[in-house]
């Protein structure tokens, strides 16, 4: 019998667990993966013709074990079949969790979460990925889910007392994904840039603006045979767990790579302007429809043919955007 959802897994070896961990915090911090991995044909898709669900929070996809307290927030909700950046806030009544890496197994469910439950497909462990100032952060690692249907990640840390807490979090993995996927086209849904407005203040909501990342428009992009990255965020309206100060890392790595390649903000609201604290007059912009984005904060890597090399849902720190921007470029 596999371990319930909610109870916790004893490990023989707990020692060794633990080393491997530590070890692993100087492997993530000092390693890299030098297995490249061929680019899939680029396939002249929009975004899956599913219907597309309202934004949402993140209460629905906030996962509690009422045995030890842990909770998972999943900040990637749109997982599709193949391989997956997945990452996930992990808090327990303490407040947020911030071990360096912990140990990820992936289990399918056959016959539903009624049923048993096969694997581990796989077992890794996720880095935590700290938000600038320190007030949040994140766990990722690249996942392959070679089917759709029901899955959960168990996510085990060592407790003070030398035991390990356990809790696992369910989720639903799609035939396809609803926004744009790795090397798909993505829609030439277009933008508005400085040319088409007064003010820049109509055209994002934070108040450190960076007039480099409204000069183009998405569809010029895409033909202009230069990789580019495109942020859809609102930073003033950043207020859950999985949402971090984004655009001003697109920023900042426009400062150091825009001489190879471009950067483009897209605030989530059309009108952010005339906002003014009231999100009851917010408009949200027609390109979260095209592009099937439900959720408050992505960020996209294209490479020079306008395929997408990178997607990162929720907040993606400078390094981890960097990772992808540079295998970008090298690939030419």
Known sequence: MHPTRWTAVNFSGRSLLIGVLLTMVVAVACGSDDGAVAAPDAVPTSVNESERPTLSSTDDYTQRNDENGLTTILATTDTGVGENRFAFVLTQPGGL??????????????????GEREGPAEQKFATFQEFPFGTRGVYSADYIFDRSGDWGVEVSLPDSDGTFLTTEHRFEVTEETIAPDIGARPPETRNRTLADVGSIAELTSGSLRDPELYDLAIPDALVSGRPFAVVFASPAFCTTAVCGPQVDVVSELNATYGDRMDFIHVDLFSNPHEIKG???????????????????????????????????????????????????????
């Not at 969790?97 to 990820?104: D, E, I, L, T």
């Not at 197994?105 to 016959?111: H, N, Q, T, V």
């Not at 592009?291 to 720190?317: H, I």
């Open 97 to 114: 969790v911030k071990f360096p890496v912990v140990s990820v197994k992936s289990f399918y469910y056959p016959d539903g979460y009624e």
């Open 278 to 332: 009231d999100l009851d007059l917010a408009v949200h912009t027609p390109l979260l429809e095209s592009w099937g984005l439900y959720t408050d904060e992505w960020t996209f890597v294209m490479d020079a043919s306008g395929t997408v090399a990178g997607r990162f849902e929720g907040f993606s720190p400078y390094s981890e955007l960097e990772e992808t921007i540079l295998e970008t470029l090298d690939a030419g």
